[in-house]
Nanobody
């Protein structure tokens, strides 16, 4: 089993910044992909950014140039630095860890609210 705990969400004004963290614990396989997903009210959950254990990164077009994903494999922790936040970034942000060839794990989510 894997446990994921997110932190760092909150309320920020348009143009502001937040940094999300996701701490993983439990039976973490060495080869995996971690990522941030978000779900706004009335919308489907969408990928924000993913990073593999080898360091390959992908971003959603809507956050490119504003968000930066990173991970510290020694600490089993992933981060999402969010800059130039917009009201449309308002959502619950979820941490995901998918071990290679295994089912995904999800965190409980952290609310990010960007006021206009």
């Amino acid at each position: 089993q894997v446990q994921l705990v997110e932190s760092g969400g909150g309320l920020v004004q348009t143009g502001g910044s937040l940094r999300l963290s996701c701490a993983a614990s439990g039976s973490i396989f060495e080869i995996n992909t971690m990522g941030w997903y978000r779900q706004a009210p009335g919308k489907q959950r969408e990928m924000v950014a993913i990073i593999t254990s080898g360091g390959t990164i992908n971003y959603a077009d809507s956050v490119k140039g504003r968000f930066t994903i990173s991970r510290d494999n020694a600490k089993n922790t992933m981060y999402l630095q969010m800059n130039s936040l917009k009201p449309e970034d308002t959502a619950v942000y979820y941490c995901n860890l998918t071990p290679w060839r295994k089912s995904a794990y999800w965190g409980q989510g952290t609310q990010v609210t960007v006021s206009s």
